[in-house]
């Protein structure tokens, strides 16, 4: 049954209706303000409080003054300060669901320090023993078994057996690494093929993967939070507001001699109007909606605060491997023995490569053109640290690797060597396919004056030709996570930086940076580092990020302009008694109107 209207006019209904929530809003924006005023610098909080409680105050003022009487229901503003304290804390509550705590993170690099490990043992008899320790209990000098696919635990040294190692995670080094006897693996990176053993040279606390969590809990407490502009602007607007409503009181009472309750009602109604209602509206309306409209891009948002910090960049630097480049490697024909037809030496790598579990074969077979005829191998057996032997049925040997594969023969350059019958007869680029729209998203960042930077673990022969191929300006090859971490420190220190990565590797210096953005299928530990995370498989996805920023912030300030102009037109008029508390709030209303208006304007507003 629904509450009779004569109800809700009732003074004593309004005042314990609106309690609860005066309650909770006194106590939640009291508690900021009180710190930031014990601080030195009043936030919108300060200023959030007193024109509520001023409301409030108003309100009961008038019920005690007029109360009985037919002009009570002038000063009857509980619903204002409740609709304050309600749309400022909605605004809170979308900007909290935006963010995510930074805890995720470090749970995510902690799974990878959660594996067992195979510890072999040797009793007096000489006889093997396997025992599984957890990650925190391995010693120095632990021998521990890996099997083909998987992940080392620990940084060790190789004592048995040969394997390539998967590194990128690592290191952003996009090739498997050969590891031979004697050669250091690091924990956390994967064992492609073959079974190897080692013998751990760290701790659960000094190995790599220790060191990068240790980065990356290090450059998250370095990183500044960022400042709001509306809470820049309110440590100049909240003092004079209190400034201008003790001066129409004083004013109005011993200047031109009007009464003491009068000259109150004035000053508490500057109060009244001054409530921020459109300022507390100003960010989160533009924020959610930017938030929505970047989703509808393929761009998901995870601190709202980012798309201030976005808007404001003028560097970016970019991860290679995952980053600008897609994973899908294709071969070029870089060397071919005149005797040999192209077609000729691409069915040969087909075939050959159609034998190998090798990630690399695996994108050469899934990419590589060829005429489709097959070659009837007799045998294809593994060659240790270099390639692929094998024997077709006429008795021809062929030979497929990366490194030098036959005595001292001197190969022409090139990242994989073809040979048959001891004879080398082609010789292959290999290249790792540029993401789509990723020279048009650069060259968008170039014309808007924002430095563009390459930082990536992989040598710098393949740096440069992304470089040039990509049009971005720098590149620092061969980067370590804590290199990379050094290098961000550089370019940040004079600038507003964004890191675009998606490694392991890459989470140190995505947490340092101003913005981070990241990709869906990145690695957990660099979506959680990243405040946008790319959807779209479309490098465009980053330029539209950018232009939804610029666009987002520029609602803010618009709003906020117009929260601000409000109130510097009628909190004058209200001191000098021409604007009553009631039009006041008719008007204040009318500004939360403007401002959503605004913000839901930004919804509809092109990407250009």
Known sequence: MFIPWNVLHNPWFQLIASLPVYIIGFLFFGRSAFHSVKNGVP?????????????????????????????????????????????????????????????????????????????ITT????????????????????????????????????????????????TGESIPVFKL????????????????????????KTSVLAGIIDLVKTAQADKPPVQKLADQVSTIFVPAVLIISLAAFFINHFTFDISISESVMRAVAVLVISCPCAMGLATPTAVMVGIGKAARNGIMVKKASALESFSKINTIAFDKTGTLTSGNFTLEIVFK????????????????????????????????????????FLEVNEQKGKGLLAKDIDGNTYELGSTTIQGNIQLLSGDIFLMMNEKLIATFKLTDEIKSGTKETINYFKSRNIETVLLSGDKESKCKVVSDETGIGKYYAAQLPQQKLQMIDVLSASNKLAMVGDGINDAPALSKANVAVSFSNASEIARQSAQFIIIKNDFLALKYAHIISRQTYTTIKQNLFWAFFYNVVAIPLAAMGFLSPMLGALSMAFSDVVVIGNSIRLRFTKLK
């Open 337 to 376: 023995e005149l005797h040999f037809t192209e077609i000729d030496v691409k069915n040969m790598l087909f075939n050959l490569e159609l034998n190998s579990s090798h990630p690399i074969a695996k994108s050469v077979v899934k990419n590589t053109d060829w005429n489709k005829s097959t070659i009837q």
């Open 123 to 170: 009793d007096a008899n000489g006889m093997e023993h396997i025992s599984e320790k957890n990650y925190d209990e391995i010693k120095v000098g632990d021998v521990i078994r890996i099997n083909s696919g998987d992940q080392i635990p620990i940084d060790g040294i190789v004592i048995k057996g040969e394997g390539s190692v998967d590194e990128a995670m690592i």
């Open 43 to 119: 936030n919108m909080d300060v200023l959030i409080f007193i024109g509520s409680l001023s409301a409030f105050a108003y309100s009961v003022a008038g019920m005690i003054m007029y109360y009985g009487t037919h002009e009570i229901h002038q000063y009857l503003f509980f619903e204002t300060g409740t609709t304050i304290i309600t749309l400022v804390l909605f605004g809170n509550l979308l900007e909290k669901n935006s963010i995510k705590t930074t805890t995720k993170e470090m749970n995510e690099l902690n799974k990878l320090r959660q594996i067992k490990a195979a510890i």
């Open 181 to 204: 006897l004697n050669e250091n693996v690091i924990g956390g990176t994967i064992l492609v093929d073959r079974n190897i053993r080692i013998k751990a040279t760290s701790t659960s």
